[in-house]
């Protein structure tokens, strides 16, 4: 992929301890631009993959924002927070939970669900933020939204008598249960992938109250978004492994976040728009022809003799969006089709 200055995609590795917003300081420096937007927060206490976009990449966010996510999280049974995560303030308590109960709530949570947002969130009530009602003790209701788990494993389990067990399958995760069914789990380190507006730390609650115990989330890592890995983010070499051990131990590296050699990482890892994440956000890619280029760089009206490869709308799609290419791979911007008319969505020069 072509590399890029002030536009382009960034995959940055989100610190321990900073928030997004924070987080978009180092991309800022690097790569000398005010203009840069992230497309999907992580928690404070969360670390992992938050995908910055720059410059005029930043149309993208919507696309973006709207791919499914893939996190691993830490779940400590036996304590439900108001924020449900180890910032909060302490609104229930429980028994721990045994590990066969544990393991067939977990696999209930599997498919279309509907789930009962947070009350410590970005969502909006009447105008106001939630977490701002929130913190003001007031009282309201959110909605349950439909959301879908599409992949979910147990990777490891900590006993009561403080014994881990690391699970590398479903067939050690039977081996286990046939043993140890009765043994209650005080955490367990889960993988989870799902849908756009899913909240990991309501799926710990919820699954915690099926197997009649309480419970919230002490780490949270995002390593996927679409095709997007955390492994390729700048700053990843800062991030401890995710375990159990680490998430009771936590440390952040925000000071490295600081360097000159991060600035650079994030500038050497700066790339633009592929076809292969043109299709995972739902365009169909078209290049376009030598003469295309010129008239669609001069905003001419768009005609389909534009592209090379445009190959009609044989979905018979009424609304469609189409990625543009030049004949050297460059990611060009978005043109707007609705059934057999086009207009531009934007335009990178």
Do not use: W
């Amino acid at each position: 992929m072509q590399k890029t200055q002030n536009n382009g995609i960034i995959l940055l590795a989100k610190q321990t301890g900073m928030t997004s917003f924070s987080s978009l300081f180092s991309v800022k420096k690097a790569l000398n631009t005010k203009k840069v937007g992230h497309t999907g927060t992580l928690d404070s206490f969360a670390d992992g993959l938050l995908v910055v976009l720059a410059g005029s990449m930043t149309h993208l966010v919507n696309h973006i924002t709207a791919l499914h996510k893939t996190y691993q999280a830490v779940i400590a049974f036996g304590t439900e927070t108001d924020t449900l995560d180890p910032s909060g303030e302490s609104v229930g308590t429980a028994e721990l939970p045994d590990f066969s109960s544990f393991v067939q709530a977990f696999r209930s949570f599997s498919g279309p669900l509907m789930q009962e947002p947070p009350h410590f969130s970005a969502l909006h009530v009447d105008g106001k933020r939630a977490s701002d009602l929130a913190r003001k003790g007031e009282d309201f209701v959110l909605p349950k939204r439909p959301v879908t788990v599409f992949e979910s494993s147990i990777r490891e389990v900590e006993f009561e008598n403080g014994q881990r067990v690391v699970l590398g399958g479903t067939d050690d995760l039977e081996t286990v249960k046939s043993v140890r069914s009765s043994e209650k789990i005080r955490y367990a380190r889960v993988d989870f992938k799902v849908s756009k507006g899913t909240y990991i730390r309501c799926l710990a609650r919820d699954i915690a109250l099926a197997c009649q115990s309480r419970a919230h989330l002490i780490a949270l890592r995002r390593t996927e978004v679409g095709n997007f890995r955390l492994c390729d983010a700048a700053g990843y070499s800062f991030l401890k492994d995710f375990s159990i051990e680490n998430a009771l131990h936590p440390e952040n590296n925000i000071e490295l976040c600081k360097t000159p050699e991060f600035h650079e990482e994030i500038r050497r890892k700066s790339s633009s728009f592929s076809r292969s994440t043109a299709l995972l956000c739902g365009m169909r890619p078209v290049t376009l022809t030598e003469k295309g280029e010129k008239d669609f760089a001069n905003g001419k009206f768009i005609h389909k003799s534009f592209f090379s490869d445009y190959c009609g709308n044989p979905e018979n799609l009424k609304a469609a969006q189409l990625a543009v290419f030049d004949s050297e791979e460059r990611f060009r911007g978005v043109v707007e089709q609705d059934q057999n008319r086009f207009k531009y969505g934007f335009v990178i020069s």
